[in-house]
């Protein structure tokens, strides 16, 4: 690129890192890909601005965010279903006869790759006008090799065309597939012999994950795919006790899962197999708002044991038809008490571990320069409006994308 060595120069800017605001404005360099320079604005000396692109003062700095669990590659809608939720019909309800994740499941395997890839980029957009620069993309609409395959190579496709990254994840143990009713056994079968080792060898998945509820796998059939996954080198990570405690959590950890995700109903067990494994509590408020769910995850109790928590939108078309990552850290905060800088952190620092990313989504000298600056005065505006447009800056890849 032609301007990979170019130097961006910010003054007098409030920085959240990753983890923490800094106690002091900052002055920001960055050159090419990486942030160069990050210092106390009164220990700035103005030669250190020789040969930088002035961009500007004051406001917020971030890392990039990073929205750390989507499913935005999907056929069709669900606002039937959001309608007889109103009603009075359950999402489990629904899924029993044969629509939630099902309905979508025939809408998906109708549309070619190109209508997947028409009808998710502006999903995407919505994302990185809003901030993202780094995004986890799953499958589980395909519930057929051929068809999981597809989704993921559209996720890898979104990544080539639009400035963020993109991980992908084989979500095979989403639903029991239509062709499989009766014999879930068989179709875990499929996952673990054909669908992994297809998308191992095509390159196509950064990691497997799991629905383990009892409307979709069971416990011992997470533990087959995971054993599958990690034979073929695939990180994993889990969609539990989202609806129940079936201890999926507790096992997934035990098999050293990046994240446990949903986890509304999980337990101090649970919460210790998650410290002792390092694994990252993933919350998702969008779809505890959506399904108007009243089981709180065990926020105070992962913060005791000081298990990292990452904040994502779920951006589904059933349980969190939501596309705007910070409406994310305000409904982390009001719904469950989280800190702004917590959410904050969830959404940057912590989103990347759940991607195995460890050390991103962070601000420091030697920092890869994904970053955003918002017009606000402190982090904690972030989270506390819910307003669109206050994205002043984006840089991804050292590269400016928005501004
Ligand atoms: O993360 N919990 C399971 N899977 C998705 C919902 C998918 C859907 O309803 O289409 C979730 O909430
Ligand atoms: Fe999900």
């Given at each position: 690129m032609a301007n990979n060595k170019r130097r961006y120069l910010w003054r007098d800017i409030s920085v959240f890192d990753g983890l923490k605001t800094l106690p002091e404005p900052m002055a920001v360099i960055t050159q090419g890909e990486r942030v160069i320079t990050m210092t106390p604005m009164n220990g700035f000396e103005e030669s250190q601005a020789d040969g930088c692109h002035d961009m500007g003062r004051g406001g917020v700095m971030t890392p990039g965010l990073v929205d750390c669990h989507t499913h935005l590659v999907f056929g069709g809608a669900r606002a039937d279903e959001f309608e007889a939720r109103l009603e009075g019909a359950s999402y489990e309800e629904i899924a029993r006869r044969g629509g939630g994740i099902l309905s979508t499941v025939y809408a998906t395997r109708e549309a070619s790759e190109q209508t997947l890839f028409n009808a998710a980029l502006p999903r995407l957009k919505a994302l990185v006008e809003e901030g993202v620069t780094t995004v986890e993309i799953k499958s589980g609409?395909?519930?057929?090799v051929a068809n999981e395959l597809k989704m993921l190579r559209v996720a890898r496709r979104l990544g080539e065309e639009m400035p963020v990254r993109v991980l992908t994840t084989l979500l095979g143990a989403h639903a029991l597939p239509p062709e499989y009713e009766n014999d879930s056994d068989g179709y875990i079968d499929l996952v673990c012999n054909e669908m992994i080792p297809a998308a191992a060898a095509e390159g196509l998945a950064d990691a497997v994950d799991v629905f383990c509820e009892k409307i979709a796998f069971s416990v011992a059939q997470c533990e087959r795919v995971f054993k599958a996954a990690q034979a073929h080198g695939l990180p994993i990570k889990a969609h539990a006790?989202?609806?129940?405690?079936?201890g999926g959590t507790a096992m997934a950890a035990r098999h050293g899962a990046l994240s446990a995700d949903h986890i509304e109903y999980l337990d101090d067990v649970g919460i210790a197999a998650m410290r002792e494994a390092g694994s990252v509590a993933v919350i998702l408020p969008g779809a505890f708002h959506t399904l108007r769910e009243t089981q709180q995850p065990p926020i105070a109790g992962l913060r005791e044991a000081a298990v990292p928590m990452a904040v994502a939108t779920d951006a589904n078309p059933g349980s969190s038809p939501i596309f705007m990552p910070t409406l994310m850290l305000n409904l982390a905060c009001t719904l469950f008490r989280m800190t702004p800088q917590e959410a904050l952190a969830g959404m940057t620092a912590n989103g990347a571990a759940a991607l195995g990313?460890?050390?991103?989504g962070q601000l420091h000298e030697g920092a890869v320069a994904d970053l955003c600056v918002w017009?606000?005065?402190?982090?904690?505006e972030l989270a506390y409006a819910v307003q669109p447009g206050r994205l002043r800056q984006r840089i991804y890849q050292g590269e400016l994308t928005h501004g």
């Open positions: 609409y395909g519930l057929d006790e989202q609806l129940s405690n079936l990313l460890k050390g991103q017009d606000i005065e402190t982090p904690a």
